[in-house]
């Protein structure tokens, strides 16, 4: 393709004999012109690994020059649903088995025997408090300590006794955390009015309140009951602001478990999971952004 | 008329010679043409000429008198078919339309095109929702390609407009008489046996045996060239039927006088019917623009295939799936192809081409723009390109004295003194034997440029006798004319008696001009100083020696002398008759010399010195005497100053020809008479030899010889030939201007057939404006290369982002929507802008380029353009994107492998590097914002490389920003880039996101470094002429 000279052309292209040329050029055009290319590409290299240490300088340790596009943060739950679909059916350990180890990873996080050092954790109380400031991110306080969160806390779904996370029963949990975002701290709703009325029996002070429901009008009433489990079954204050990952090496975010305990078997249903704050917002193109939406659907045949 | 000379005129396309010659043309050219050569030559045994008219009548069952009867007219109709040149086989729109279409550059696109539909349909086949990039951009890569087709169509068919004006669409009637009745009918009706008549103005229908004529004269000059009127009467003067004077030809004109012919031949059989057949047949090769796209093409198919095929074997070796591989291989080969280099070419030629229409070069087919600028060899016409096509007064010879004659076309030149009174008398001579007259009503039109009616002689004679003495009328009505005989070519004289300005003076004065030799037979006395003196011995020999001189500048001479008739012998009212002379006409006094010439035109003689500066051997290649020919390449330079030809080496050593070393001589005129003898190793070896050569009495297959030999001309022993331009206005010359890598016809002068057949048109004939089209020629090539080298630039920033993406696995750093944003978007006025870029040096100081050696596209320029500039544009455009990231939180060594996470889109919670969780939309605005920061980071290194493609040579600084398009085309793609990133709405529209006003300025060291870096270049490409850097860099 790149030429279609006559083969003879080509093969004396290649190798010149007479002239002693490969390629067209001889041996010594080709040690000038490659050591030009590979003095000049060094110097390149150079020049960018320069520019990029000067970029790094610039940077702070601790926290993001912009942080505009990661706020407001999204909420994401274990296990992870492919195309925001979770089904599966009871009767199969296999159609379930991925979620559960999914959650049984995630949570080996939040084992208790991981949190004794007392160097690192600290309790904040099993209620909703406020928020615990640990200095400023720049002084030199150093390593902040983070707030233990026992997976017991997760009750039924805490993976301890039901290590199907109740799949098996058909009354699959799901684990929910609010995306970590350095130096941001969520604040509650301050008034109803933008909560939808159903979910605002779940507001109280210091958590920031997730509720879930169906998200079509058919599936109203086919859900069942939602059971809330986690430190005012929300996202409790005392656990912001995060201090990166440099200050806060051992920093656990707070979770909710989320039970569906009486779903509606062998039908799809269309859930969505909101969090509630003034500084939380939705997005129309981000599904994850204050809020998410999954497909369910459980089998029993 | 022909005084002085013969008239004869040998278009030899008919010469026995020829015919000999066809077997010999040892060419390796496809047999058909040699065949139609040898039809061509084996029609022309036109044997009517010879025959008696009687025989004439009979072989077409005609009637002198009557005609055909309409029965018979009807039948020949029916078998000849209709009187009309078989039109060009017209390619139909659709076909010129797919040309456009499918051809030279629109084949890369197509391909690339088509590989994206494959790897999209490849992707919709495996996966379950295919990224739609593919899709889009082989739409829009086909939408390119037909957008710029139709362009470049109408283009094509807005100049063939201009030439669709051109023709004359005024059907032709002819006057046949048929059944002894004369009836006007469409000139498509004539058949063979006609009986037509014609009449001064009318065209001649088709080609006529003459059978009787009163005074008749027709200008052949749209078959020979030759602008002269030429006698037609009844008898066959020569074998040749083209030279013999019974014969009137097919589309030629009559110009005076009346003539009855019967048809011999009509539509395609017609002398001129075979030219234009031949023309058609004839095949051009690609113009030189076209080869180089084509080379450009191969070059860029051989990169982005190696590039293709080393990262397939590289994403398999990686672990990739073949699929995934094979798509990869087609986005790397369409991220190679620069989809807005089909438009930014065909831009550039059109603004070109307007440009050289501006400047009285129309171009036909836009890659001919460039054709004029590689050209090595013009061939170029006399009459009326070289020359102004009008016969003026040159030289006079009175007083014993030769008197030079202004023959500019403004009257700037110098005059003579007018103060003798032989010069009265020979002015007076001049107006009053003379028959030619200005046409009514152009009083306010300076005299030169009046129209006359008369042949070209006469009306040189009237318009210089106007010039100096004044209304050459008023002088007509105070000497009124009692008597006239009218020229003819046994006397070779014409006379006229009048009566005398005083009105006491009941003499009458006799006048009478024409070939000098007669009229100084008919001499006995000559005017000296207004003293009639005997002519004696001393006087002949001045008097020969000034006809030679004159006639040696070739210019037609015609000697003028008078008689006051004594009023004893010819009282007044005496009856003169001229049909049996019953007056004297010997013994007259001999006045003067006039001398004619066709005059170069004012522009000619610099224009051929900047050719001949400009390395282009220019060659003349007439119809005419090789005395004229020769005098007047000498007069425009063709022939230089100081240079001689053989002949005059010759005279100079008083030496035979035979013994002169051809080799002495730069210059050589060579008769078409000599050229048929001629074999192609000698053809081969004038034209090597010579600098300068003119070829005189040619005829139309011998320009073509010509024309192939000039082709074949190869320099520096390299395999391409020389690059040749013809120019052309006759029928006679459409082959040569066919066959020509461009032939030039001419706009006023030219005939239809030739304008059919040539490249270019010149709208003034002058031939001064091809030197305009030869520097807007180079000027476009080299700004094409500069245009090309910007372009291609962009390139390497666009395809290695993707690259990376699969070599290191980290977020795709510049997107297929971003990449034509570029290439169609900011590039394109830049780009564009670079056609206006002024020459470096002066292009008419240096030798046409090469086509082996300089091409549009080398290797130097994709090492500057791909290794170079486009690297350091690269590493511009991935520190905007690291920096971007960083500052969003993810660290440059983070990003190494992240790839396969962030492009998950069930992973929300992707951690970067302070800790921070993403959602997948979250980080692909990330993402696209990096898109367009890489993109503006293009258009800030290219706002470096538009500066630095300026020049190839020169230092910016020394070249200047006077381009004032190109300074508009930087603020153009700033703003362009700022829109697209800043306006609401291209979030969703293009996935463009604003950016933070720091992030412009990522790019600007890398912009900086590119414009140092180039400066150093070429300073030491300017200090080191010849050295490494240039042999390594100089595109």
Avoid at chain 2, 567 to 584: I, L, S, W
Wanted: charged share 25%; proline share 4%.
């Amino acid at each position: 393709m790149s030429s279609n000279k006559e083969d003879g052309g080509w093969k004396k292209f290649v190798w010149n004999s007479e002239k002693g040329e490969f390629c067209g050029r001889t041996g010594g055009s080709w040690f000038k012109i490659l050591g030009f290319y590979l003095i000049f590409y060094s110097f390149l290299a150079g020049l960018f690994v320069g520019t990029i240490q000067c970029l790094l300088l610039t940077l702070s340790d601790y926290k993001p020059t912009w942080q505009d596009r990661v706020a407001p943060p999204g909420l994401s739950h274990t296990p992870r649903s492919d195309k925001s679909e979770l089904a599966f059916n009871l009767n199969d350990l296999e159609t379930y088995l991925p979620y559960t180890k999914a959650m049984r990873d995630f949570l080996s996080m939040y084992d208790e025997d991981k949190q004794r050092d007392q160097m690192k954790y600290e309790d904040c109380g099993d209620e909703p408090t406020e928020y615990k400031y640990r200095g400023d991110l720049n002084s030199d306080v150093g390593v902040r300590k983070a707030c233990r969160f026992q997976r017991s806390l997760l009750g039924p779904c805490s993976g301890i006794e039901d290590r199907e996370f109740g799949f098996k029963e058909g009354k699959p949990c799901l684990i929910v955390k609010l995306n970590r975002i350095v130096n941001f701290v969520p604040r509650p709703p301050s008034s109803n009015d933008s909560i939808p009325e159903a979910a605002q029996y779940k507001v109280r002070p210091n958590v920031i309140p997730i509720f879930c429901t169906n998200r079509r009008e058919e599936d109203a009433g086919k859900i069942g009951e939602v059971k809330y489990y986690g430190i005012g079954e929300g996202f409790p204050l005392q656990y912001y602001p995060y201090y990166s990952k440099v200050l806060h090496p051992q920093y656990l975010q707070p979770l909710v478990a989320i039970q569906f305990v009486n779903v509606t078997m062998n039908t799809e249903l269309r859930i969505e999971c909101k969090v509630f704050g003034e500084n939380i917002g939705y997005s129309e193109k981000d599904k994850f952004q204050g809020r998410f939406e999954l497909k369910l659907q459980v089998t029993n045949l | 008329m022909g005084y002085g000379r013969s008239d004869s005129y040998r278009v030899a396309t008919t010469t026995e010679k020829d015919e000999k010659e066809s077997p010999k043309k040892a060419d390796t050219k496809a047999e058909k043409k040699i065949k139609d050569m040898d039809d061509l030559k084996k029609e022309v045994p036109l044997t009517e000429h010879k025959m008696s008219v009687e025989e004439v009548c009979q072989k077409y069952s005609t009637d002198i008198v009557q005609g055909l009867t309409n029965a018979k007219a009807a039948e020949y109709l029916a078998r000849d078919g209709p009187n009309a040149l078989t039109p060009p086989p017209t390619t139909p729109e659709w076909v010129k339309f797919c040309r456009q279409l499918f051809g030279g550059f629109s084949i890369l696109l197509w391909t690339g095109a088509i590989l994206c539909f494959l790897a999209y349909a490849i992707q919709a086949a495996t996966e379950d929702e295919p990224a739609g990039d593919n899709l889009y951009l082989g739409i829009v890569l086909s939408a390119v390609v037909i957008i710029t087709g139709c362009f470049s169509y109408f283009q094509e068919a807005k100049s063939s407009k201009i030439m669709e004006s051109f023709k004359n669409m005024v059907p032709q009637q002819a006057l046949v008489i048929r059944e002894g009745e004369k009836m006007q009918i469409n000139a498509e009706e004539v058949v063979a046996g006609d009986l037509v008549e014609v009449k001064g103005g009318d065209r001649i229908p088709a080609d006529l045996r003459i059978v009787s004529s009163h005074g008749c004269k027709v200008d052949n000059s749209s078959l020979t060239g030759e602008s002269e009127p030429q006698t037609r009467s009844p008898d066959c003067t020569h074998d040749n039927p083209l030279e013999t004077r019974n014969v009137a030809f097919f589309s030629t004109n009559c110009v005076e006088g009346t003539a009855r012919g019967i048809v011999v031949c009509t539509g395609d059989r017609t002398v001129m019917g075979r030219i234009a057949t031949l023309t058609s047949g004839l095949e051009s090769g690609k113009t030189p623009i076209a080869k180089e796209i084509e080379h450009f093409i191969h070059l860029i198919t051989g990169v982005a295939v190696f590039l293709g095929i080393t990262f397939f074997i590289l994403a398999v070796c990686l672990g990739y799936t073949w699929l995934e591989a094979v798509i990869f291989l087609i986005g790397i080969i369409v991220a190679n192809v620069p989809e807005g280099l089909l438009a930014t070419v065909t831009v550039c030629l059109t603004l070109t081409a307007k440009r050289m229409a501006r400047k009285n070069c129309l171009v036909k087919n836009l890659e001919a723009v460039e054709t004029l600028g590689s050209t090595s060899t013009i061939c170029s016409d006399k009459t009326g390109t070289l020359t102004q096509n009008r016969m003026t007064v040159a030289h006079m010879w009175f007083d014993n004295q030769i008197h030079e004659a202004d023959t500019t076309e403004d009257q700037s030149g110098a005059s003579f003194d007018k103060s003798s009174e032989t010069w009265l008398a020979l002015a007076r001579v001049a107006a009053l034997c003379n028959r030619a007259q200005f046409k009514a009503a152009q009083d306010q039109l300076p005299i030169l440029k009046r129209d006359v009616a008369g042949d070209a002689s006469e009306s040189a004679l009237l318009k210089c006798i106007e010039l100096s003495c004044g209304s050459v009328k008023q002088m007509r009505e105070k000497n009124k004319k009692v008597a006239e005989i009218p020229f003819n070519s046994t006397n070779k004289y014409q006379l006229s008696v009048h009566e005398t300005e005083n009105e006491e003076d009941n003499r009458y004065l006799l006048v009478m001009k024409g070939a000098p030799e007669r009229i100084l037979d008919r001499c006995s006395t000559i005017l000296i100083q207004g003293k009639e003196q005997p002519m004696d011995e001393e006087m002949k020999d001045a008097f020969q020696n000034a006809y030679m001189e004159l006639g040696g500048l070739g210019e037609r001479v015609l000697g003028f002398c008078h008689l006051l008739m004594p009023e004893d012998q010819y009282p007044k009212g005496f009856a003169f008759d001229c049909d049996d002379v019953n007056f004297t006409t010997e013994n007259l006094c001999f006045v003067g010399l006039m001398s004619m010439i066709d005059p170069p035109r004012a522009a000619v003689p610099d224009a051929v010195g900047k050719c001949r500066s400009a390395g282009i051997k220019v060659i003349m290649v007439t119809g005419d005497h090789p005395i004229t020919a020769k005098a007047i390449a000498k007069g425009v330079g063709i022939i230089s100053e100081g240079n001689e030809t053989v002949e005059d080496i010759a005279s100079r050593l008083n030496i035979p020809v035979s013994q002169v070393n051809p080799r002495d001589a730069k210059a050589c005129v060579i008769h078409g008479t000599d050229l048929k003898d001629l074999s192609q190793e000698q053809m081969d070896d004038i034209l090597r030899n010579h600098t300068e050569i003119v070829f005189a009495r040619t005829s139309p297959q011998q320009k073509l010889i010509i024309v192939e030999g000039c082709q074949r001309q190869v320099r520096h022993t390299q395999t391409d030939g020389a690059i040749v331009a013809v120019t052309g206005d006759g029928v006679n010359d459409s082959p040569a201007l066919k066959k020509a890598d461009i032939g030039v016809a001419m706009g006023i002068s030219g005939s239809d057939v030739s304008k059919q057949a040539a490249d270019m048109i010149l709208l003034d004939d002058n031939f001064a404006s091809i030197v305009t089209g030869v520097e807007e020629g180079r000027l476009i090539f080299d700004n094409l290369k500069k245009s090309i080298a910007y372009t291609l630039t962009s390139n390497i920033p666009e395809i290695t982002p993707f690259l990376f993406f699969i070599l290191v696995n980290i977020p795709l750093p510049l997107g297929t929507i971003t990449i034509l944003c570029i290439d169609l978007g900011t590039d394109m006025v830049p780009a564009i802008s670079l056609a206006y870029e002024a020459a470096e040096s002066d292009i008419m100081k240096r030798q046409p380029r090469n086509p082996t050696r300089d091409k549009l596209v080398n290797e130097r320029l994709i090492s500057i353009a791909y290794g170079q500039i486009g690297m350091i544009q690269a590493l511009g455009g991935f520190f905007s994107y690291f920096v971007i990231l960083a500052e969003n939180g993810f660290l440059p060594s983070l990003l190494v492998g992240i790839r396969l996470n962030w492009d998950d889109r069930s992973n929300n919670d992707l951690e970067d590097s302070y800790g921070q969780q993403w959602t997948y939309e979250q980080r692909k605005i990330v993402e696209y914002t990096c898109h367009t920061a890489f993109f503006v980071s293009i258009v800030v290194v290219q706002w470096a490389d538009v500066i630095i493609c300026k020049t190839r040579r020169n230092s910016v600084f020394q070249q200047g920003m006077r381009n004032k398009i190109l300074i508009f085309g930087l603020f153009e793609e700033t703003a362009l880039a700022a829109f697209l990133s800043y306006t609401p709405g291209m979030d969703v529209a293009l996935r463009m996101y604003p950016l933070k006003p720091s992030w412009w300025f990522c790019a600007f060291p890398y912009s900086f470094l590119i414009f140092v870096y180039d400066e150093i270049r070429k300073l030491i490409l300017r200090r080191n002429p010849g050295g490494w850097v240039e042999k390594e860099t100089y595109y």
